[in-house]
């Protein structure tokens, strides 16, 4: 009979850590290697890896999956590439095996977890996101790059931007840092010239002035309701009833989206907001003025924990 102490342990470990343990966290927990075997046999523990276990069922979540998976290739292992790329919410998760990086040459993969092997993990690429530990946003983007086409990675960037999970520099360093790896070329000329050529293009760039200005980051895109009509304001500060509107020549340089724009305006300014519009030009050629004007009008300083 196993000690009920043992059984708590083992429960609340897993609990934790959406349902996986190793080997050696159950022998923390005062599980001998022979009750590891007895509850192998009788289906309480499921192998899902060498040394790594899933407790009373193998139907795990994702992330019990990628945990499992960094579990099983050592300490010093992260989830990587487009594995981290979808527990960041970067790109969608599609069935492929997990992919995890480690620094140690003799680890191996296997039928279940593609592994990568790198010289330099350094600590500025290693995060942890809801327990699992994982390469940083950055990191992420520049490692996906070398299975990612053009297009792909011109929408990561963007869906990383828009989360406020990484700025243009940030990629441009680690670039730099990794010696160019392969796939970055692509991803030098999105960041060169903004993630797309689309109605999204400038607002990307406001929201890089933004970030970088070292403004508290902004609602993106979040639709208001106002007197029986939605509104979706680029950028927001609800706290301040502040909207920054990017003024987009593409979208907004015609009869109708000019008469568009005027109507929104007037729907937001009626419900207290106050509108700043910036067009490409402000922006990419005077961002300095342009920044300046945002604050002005009452955007809100980024918080910082010291």
Do not use: Y
Not at 49 to 59: D, E, L, T, W, Y
Not at 115 to 122: C, E, G, K, N, P
């Amino acid at each position: 009979m196993t000690d009920p102490l043992v059984d708590r342990r083992v429960a609340e470990l897993a609990g934790s850590q959406f349902g996986v343990v190793s080997l050696s966290e159950l022998r923390s927990c005062g599980v001998s290697p022979g009750l590891a075997r007895k509850w192998v046999a009788k289906g309480r523990l499921h192998r899902l890896h060498h040394g790594v276990f899933a407790v009373g069922h193998p139907g795990l979540p994702l992330d019990g999956l990628f945990i499992a998976a960094v579990k099983a290739c050592g300490e010093d292992a992260v989830l990587s590439h487009l594995s981290a790329a979808a527990h960041w919410g970067i790109v969608p998760w599609s069935d492929r095996r997990p992919e995890v990086s480690v620094t140690d040459s003799h680890r191996r993969g296997g039928k279940r977890l593609q592994v990568h092997r790198t010289l330099a993990l350094d600590a500025g690429d290693r995060r942890v996101l809801r327990g699992v530990p994982l390469t940083s946003p950055a990191r992420t983007l520049v490692d996906a790059a070398s299975v990612l086409s053009e297009r792909a990675q011109r929408r990561a960037v963007r869906q990383a931007q828009s989360l406020g999970l990484v700025r243009l520099g940030q990629i441009v360093e680690t670039i730099k840092r990794l010696g160019h790896p392969r796939g970055t070329a692509a991803l030098g000329r999105i960041v060169a010239t903004g993630p797309a050529p689309t109605r999204s293009e400038l607002e990307d760039v406001v929201l890089e002035l933004i970030l970088r200005g070292d403004l508290e980051r902004p609602e993106i895109n979040v639709p208001l309701a106002i007197e029986g009509r939605k509104v979706i304001p680029d950028f927001r500060w609800p706290a301040q009833k502040l909207v920054v509107e990017a003024d987009g020549a593409q979208w907004h340089d015609n009869k109708l989206a000019r008469e568009d724009d005027a109507e929104r305006q007037a729907l937001l300014e009626a419900h207290g907001e106050h509108v700043l519009r910036v067009t490409w030009k402000q922006a990419v050629s005077d961002p300095g003025r342009t920044l300046r004007r945002i604050r002005e009008a009452g955007a809100p300083l980024a918080a910082h924990e010291w």
